[in-house]
């Protein structure tokens, strides 16, 4: 006997069917003891999920429109599961507590968590579990930072009493009781969190897909499954767009050594994609792990004659970007120059500004910014061991007809980030998994 925690995401509890399944997946093993649940999501493509719903309600009553048409909806869609499960949670009344709680000034954050609460009444009275409502076990301090080890005692102590628990994820609370939410995908976090608790063998998240893809299906037709992956390849693959299981996830379990499972829940008998700390028993062949990136970066390129006899220059340029609230995601330099490369969006129209302040401070010599920029990352912890991984990802984009903007590589040599024009982005990505995984295994380069 082992314990498993179970996070499923807004797919997998969209509706009465999927919550069927659900309970299917869980009685089929009795080590899953712990089930962790998103809010429900889609369950067609023009349908809304509950979250963007909630949050449409307070936006609607911060401009004095009226919201309860679609709180309506919400409620209708709750109960509707609840009538087709043929259990009696009594939604009406949580219902109407909320609804007070809307029209008495109720924060943001408690609206949208309402989702995985209710999600967590009814899949607890589904299963036949116990409900452990997260307010007050995962903790935030006053100015919203999460506490790890306060979190951790918390759950652990009370999640002991609990032989069997549904859990609402997303959520925890601030000092003075107030809800306070992860961001968006957060139901990830608070199930890494509680199988950190429980000391959990695995923890399993079941979404809509079957684990990780190489690379995305939507620029890659029919892209290789990823059986196996490292933390370490995933958190690079995450934090450059592969969006199967949220970032912030990795580290708890990871802390514990605590494996993670990306299950299916239309396809439950699939093993999926494995996540561990230890690949040396994977295939010593397998060069490549994954390829992932994102569009919609800019860099500030600075050139400064004798730059490198300069103390304190990058520090200087740094601070100017913290100044401004802004991370710098990649730093590649030379001798003389310096390129900050930064997400549009998080820049909020300030690059001007900057760019101003760089040339009074910093007195370049010349600095410019290139719009329009994606990257494009290439990771696979077998790539410091091979000869030629570079000469085949460059070859293939020269092939390709892509300009590389930006070349950067880890200190790590797990991963190769090329940057290239918006407008390359896809056949980038195409060129790079062609390369490493032709059609025909004998064309392959390495």
């Given at each position: 006997m082992g314990v498993k925690v179970a996070k499923y995401g807004?797919?997998?509890?969209?509706?009465a069917i999927q919550f069927?399944?659900?309970?299917?997946?869980?009685e089929a093993d009795s080590d899953r003891k712990y089930i962790v649940v998103s809010a429900p999501g889609k369950r067609f493509s023009e349908d809304s999920k509950i979250t963007d719903l909630l949050y449409l309600c307070k936006t609607h009553i911060d401009h004095n429109i009226g919201y309860e048409q679609i709180f309506q909806v919400v409620a209708d869609r709750f109960r509707a599961v609840e009538l087709n499960l043929g259990i009696d949670v009594g939604?009406?009344?949580?219902?109407?507590?909320?609804d007070n709680n809307l029209k008495n000034g109720a924060t943001e954050d408690y609206i949208a968590s309402r989702g995985e609460y209710l999600t967590a009444l009814v899949a607890a009275a589904f299963l036949g579990y116990d409900f452990v409502d997260t307010a007050g076990l995962i903790c935030f301090d006053e100015r919203g930072k999460f506490l790890d080890e306060e979190s951790n005692r918390r759950l652990r102590e009370e999640l002991k009493r609990h032989e069997r628990a549904v859990i609402p994820g997303f959520y925890g609370t601030m000092p003075d009781g107030s809800i306070k939410t992860?961001?968006?995908?957060g139901s990830d976090i608070t199930g890494s969190l509680v199988a950190r608790a429980v000391e959990a063998d695995v923890y399993e998240n079941w979404t809509?897909?079957?684990?990780?893809?190489?690379?995305?299906?939507?620029?890659?037709?029919?892209?290789?499954?990823?059986?196996?992956?490292?933390y370490k390849e995933l958190r690079e693959l995450s934090y450059m767009g592969a969006s199967v299981l949220?970032?912030?996830?990795?580290?708890p379990v990871r802390a514990s050594d605590i494996p993670i499972n990306i299950r299916n829940t239309n396809e439950p008998d699939h093993p999926g994609t494995t996540i561990i700390a230890d690949i040396s028993g994977r295939n010593n062949d397998k060069i490549i792990t994954g390829i992932a990136g994102s569009k919609d970066f800019l860099v500030i390129a600075i050139y400064k004659n004798m730059m490198s006899a300069e103390a304190g220059f990058i520090r200087r340029c740094l601070t100017i970007l913290e100044d401004y609230g802004i991370p710098v995601e990649h730093l590649p330099s030379g001798i003389d120059t310096i390129s900050l490369v930064l997400s549009k969006k998080k820049?909020?129209?300030?690059?001007?500004?900057?760019?101003?302040?760089?040339?009074?401070?910093?007195?370049?010599?010349?600095?410019?910014?290139?719009?329009?920029?994606?990257?494009?990352?290439?990771?696979?912890?077998?790539?410091?061991?091979?000869?030629?991984?570079?000469?085949?990802?460059?070859?293939?984009?020269?092939?390709?007809?892509?300009?590389?903007?930006?070349?950067?590589?880890?200190?790590?040599e797990m991963n190769i980030i090329v940057g290239v024009q918006n407008?390359?982005?896809?056949?980038?990505?195409?060129?790079?998994?062609?390369?490493?995984?032709?059609?025909?295994p004998e064309e392959a380069v390495l």
């Open positions: 807004g797919s997998s509890v969209a509706d069927a399944k659900l309970k299917k997946i869980v939604l009406w009344k949580e219902f109407e507590e909320i992860f961001s968006r995908g809509d897909v079957s684990g990780f893809m190489v690379a995305d299906p939507r620029i890659v037709d029919q892209p290789l499954q990823i059986d196996t992956i490292s949220h970032e912030d996830a990795i580290y820049t909020n129209g300030k690059i001007p500004d900057i760019v101003e302040e760089m040339k009074r401070k910093l007195e370049p010599d010349s600095i410019e910014v290139y719009e329009d920029m994606a990257l494009v990352a290439t990771v696979g912890q077998g790539m410091s061991r091979r000869r030629g991984v570079s000469a085949t990802l460059f070859g293939a984009l020269y092939h390709a007809g892509v300009n590389i903007r930006m070349i950067d590589q880890g200190s790590s407008a390359d982005f896809e056949t980038a990505i195409r060129a790079i998994y062609n390369a490493f995984f032709p059609k025909n």
